[in-house]
Structure formats: C-alpha cells, structure tokens
C-alpha cells in the first residue's frame, strides 16, 4: 500500500526570494473568535494548511457558513446561524487548537461542550489554566460522557492570575472577557506576535483591550462584536525555518514579508552561530548569508519574547554540523526532544538528559528513512535532508501538512529538492470558481 512519505533530495545551496503564508498559530484562534460575532467576516492571507481545513470543519459543525478561497488565500464566513455549541471530539482529538472556540462559546451563548484534547507527542498538555480561570469568571463544568460541559449565566468579570504565561489560555480568557461587563485583567499573560495578532483583530471587531506592562491584559466588556475584514500576520515559525534552511545549506535567502522584530533572540542566535543577519529598522524582511563555517551556540526556549519552543526543533538540525558543541534546554514541553534520536540516525551525535540536550557538531549527515513525530519535527527533518548525503524519507507527514501551506514548494522554489508524496488526506470538492468547499 503506498505511504505517504517526504522525500529530500541533498540540495546545493539555497539562494534566492521567497515569501511566507499566513501564522498557523495565529490564524487558528482568529477563526474561533469570529464566533463572538453574528454576520460576515473575510480573513486573509490564511494559510492552506491542514490544520485550517480542521478549523473549517469545527466551525461549519457549529452552524457558521466558510468558504475557502484557496486560491487567494481569503476564507469567507457567515457566523449569523450557529446552532450548535459542541465541539466535535474527533476534531477535537485531530487538533489540540480547537479547545480556542471554548472562550467565544461560553461568551456568546453561555454554553459549550468539549471534548477533552488529548495529549499529543510533545507533552501532556492540559488545559487546567483554561477551566480553571472560566470557573472562576462563573463557568460550572460538568461532564457528560466523554465531554465536558459548561454553563454560564453571565460571565464575571475577574482579575485572573496566570501562573504560567499559556498563549492558549491567555487567548481563551481574553475572547471571553470581551463579552464579559466589567473590567477583567490577566496577570503573566503571554504576549506571543499571534496573541497580538487576535487582540488586532478582537479590538477591529469593537472589543475594549489594553495591554499593560508587565505582561498584563485588561478587557473592558462591551455588549457586541461586529464583524470584520482581517489580513492574518505572517508565519514567524515558517521564516525561522526557511532561514534555517538557507543556514544549514551554506545559502543566501531573502524574506520580504518576515517581521525581524517577531524573531529577535532566534536572529541573535544564528548571528552568534557566524551567519549574517540583515534587517531594517521597522521594515520587514529578512536576509541571512550564511557562514561555511557554523559555531555552537547554546539556548533555552521560553516564553516569547524569549527563543521560541516551535524552532528549537528545526535550529537542533542546523546546529548538528556546528562545530562545537550546543546544549539546548527546553523548558516549555516536557517531551519536545523526539526528534534528536531521528537526527542520530542520520549521523548527528545529540544526547538527552531530561530536557537538556547536548548536540555535538559532525562534519556531515547521511540520508535515511526516519519518522515526524509533531508538526515541528518534520520541518527539522526536511532541513536536515536539504544538506544528508543522497535521499532522506520523511514518514508520518500528516504533521507537515498540519503546520505550513506547502512549505516543500517554498523551499524548492529557492533551490531545495522536496518532493511530497501524497495523496489528499482529506477530500476536498473544490468549486469551479477554484473556492475549496469542505
Ligand atoms: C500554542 O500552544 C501553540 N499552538 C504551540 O504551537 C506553541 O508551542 C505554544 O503555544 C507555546 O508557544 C497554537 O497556537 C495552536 P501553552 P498552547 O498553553 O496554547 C502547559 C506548534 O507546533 N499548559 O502556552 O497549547 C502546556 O502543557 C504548536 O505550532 C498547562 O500546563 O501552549 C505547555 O507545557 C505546538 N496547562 C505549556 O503550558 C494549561 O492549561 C505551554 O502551553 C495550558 C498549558
């Protein structure tokens, strides 16, 4: 039976321009909060990613109306008819991202049942901080069955302290306190480019949000949301991963629509690696050059703004042929490492030690058959292929269809050689006016 399967080539250095598609991590969570409004809504600049598709299909099981405009990126969507305030578990267990439609819910109809996410490779990862907070701004959860249910009559308005900056929980909390009357603050938010992102979007839509030093939200409820026209930002995660792609191959790439200010540690880090960074002030684009000869260089990943946890990941590749020797600390997941034992099959010498991980540089890696075990593994693995000896197979690349928008075809436009073998893991009927209806 055929696998579906990523195959890469060694390629010669990457060089040339290539632009980015919309932040999965921000798009994700704006489709959920169009829930707080009744009517028609346009995003654009949304990525094709397998992930979107998923949010497509929770959203339509709600009652809201989407259309994909595939070919110019814009999804059109008609939240006038929600009926239904369940989010479908298979969905739910497909995409963590979809406990995000529990805040809009709860706020808007006072009603939501959820599936419990499950935990995926990288980490248990509860939502404690999420229900935790809504009982205290008056949700009762109860659980029916599998799902978990929760009632309100109307949301309280509360100053919540996170004890943990979660982007999820954060955005959660947020999109429910704009229907929320009174003031709600939240204290340790976090403050990630795509939580910005949906605070752009949330006050277009007329929400009252202010964001307070240090690392504090404050949402003063307003009675509705209206609809509105919303270009989603660029994806931060996909040009760390291009750059790291140019990186790795001894290239020179340009960006032009990467936001260097978004990327700040992760650019101080492969400047310190020997590659050359250049930017303008308050003008976006990115341009690296890379160095031929690497250095090691040490990170932990944090909270933004601090080296982002969905990059550390495809910088262990590139820091596999670094001379020296790199520790990387994860303090994010408590299981993002998996990825290092399918680099040593390549040749790369890493070792783990809880959630530190020393990787001692080779002179080279040699092509092989090795498994994606999440969305950012598999971009490091493809990396990693751009510069093994012969042929690399990739298996298990549902997880690179879930988190970039042909992310294969950008870096084949500047010199890669990535082919992906696969055949549609979801079938779509697209219109005659190219619009890919689910
Ligand atoms: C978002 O996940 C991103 N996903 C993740 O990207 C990203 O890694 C993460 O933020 C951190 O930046 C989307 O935006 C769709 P968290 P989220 O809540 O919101 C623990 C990718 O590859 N935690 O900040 O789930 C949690 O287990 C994905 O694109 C609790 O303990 O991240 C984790 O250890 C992976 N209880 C840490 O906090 C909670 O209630 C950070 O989680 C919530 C989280």
């Known amino acids: 039976m055929f696998e579906e399967s990523i195959l890469v080539e060694k390629s010669l250095p990457l060089n040339g321009e290539v632009n980015l598609s919309g932040a999965k991590n921000a798009v994700l969570v704006i489709m959920t909060s169009l829930l707080l409004t009744s009517g028609k809504s346009i995003l654009r600049n949304i990525p094709a990613s397998e992930d979107v598709f998923c949010m497509i299909e929770l959203l339509q099981k709600l009652g809201v109306e989407v259309n994909f405009d595939i070919i110019n990126k814009t999804l059109y969507a008609d939240t006038s008819h929600i009926n239904n305030f369940k989010i479908d578990s298979t969905i739910m267990k497909r995409m963590r991202a979809s406990v995000l439609a529990l805040g809009p819910l709860l706020a808007r109809f006072g009603y939501a049942s ?14 404690n901080f999420h229900l935790t907070n809504f009982k205290k701004m008056g949700v009762e959860f109860s659980q029916d069955g599998e799902y978990l249910v929760g009632k309100v009559n109307k949301l309280n308005a509360k100053k919540l302290i996170l004890e943990y900056p979660s982007v999820g929980a954060t955005e959660n909390i947020v999109m429910a306190a704009t229907l929320t009357m009174g003031k709600t603050t939240i204290i340790n938010a976090a403050l990630e480019p795509e939580v910005l992102d949906l605070i752009d979007i949330l006050k277009k839509m007329g929400a009252n949000i202010s964001i307070l030093a240090p690392a504090t939200i404050e949402i003063e409820g307003v009675q509705t949301l209206s609809p509105v026209d919303h270009f989603v930002m660029c994806d931060r995660l996909e ?14 790439i340009y960006i032009p629509n990467a936001q260097a200010n978004y990327l700040d540690v992760f650019l101080l880090k492969l400047e310190d690696m020997g590659h050359t960074i250049i930017t303008q002030e308050n003008i976006p684009g990115i341009r690296l050059i890379a160095t031929n000869k690497p250095q090691a260089v ?3 990943t944090m909270p933004y703004p601090g080296f982002p946890t969905d990059l550390q990941a495809p910088m262990m590749a590139a820091l596999a042929l670094a001379e020296g020797v790199s520790e ?4 994010v997941y408590e299981n993002r490492f998996l990825h290092a034992a399918e680099l040593n099959k390549m040749g790369a010498n890493i070792q783990i030690n809880g959630t530190k991980a020393l990787v001692t540089g080779v002179k080279e890696l040699n092509g092989m058959s090795v498994n994606a075990t999440d969305i950012r593994a598999s971009c490091a693995l493809v990396i990693a292929g751009l510069v093994a000896s012969g042929q690399t197979t990739i298996k298990n690349i549902h997880h690179f269809k879930r988190g970039y928008d042909e992310l294969d075809k950008k870096l084949n436009s500047v010199g890669a050689k990535v082919t ?7 079938p779509h009927v697209v219109s005659s006016y190219g619009q890919k209806e689910i």
Do not use: H, Q, W
């Open 114 to 127: 959820l599936a419990m996410p499950g935990g995926c490779s990288i980490g248990t990862r509860p939502i």
């Open 239 to 252: 040009a760390g991963s291009l750059l790291l792609a140019a990186a790795i191959s001894g290239g020179d």
């Open 298 to 300: 040490s990170f932990k």
């Open 328 to 331: 990387i600390e994860e303090t």
């Open 420 to 426: 992906v073998n696969n055949y549609p893991s979801i």
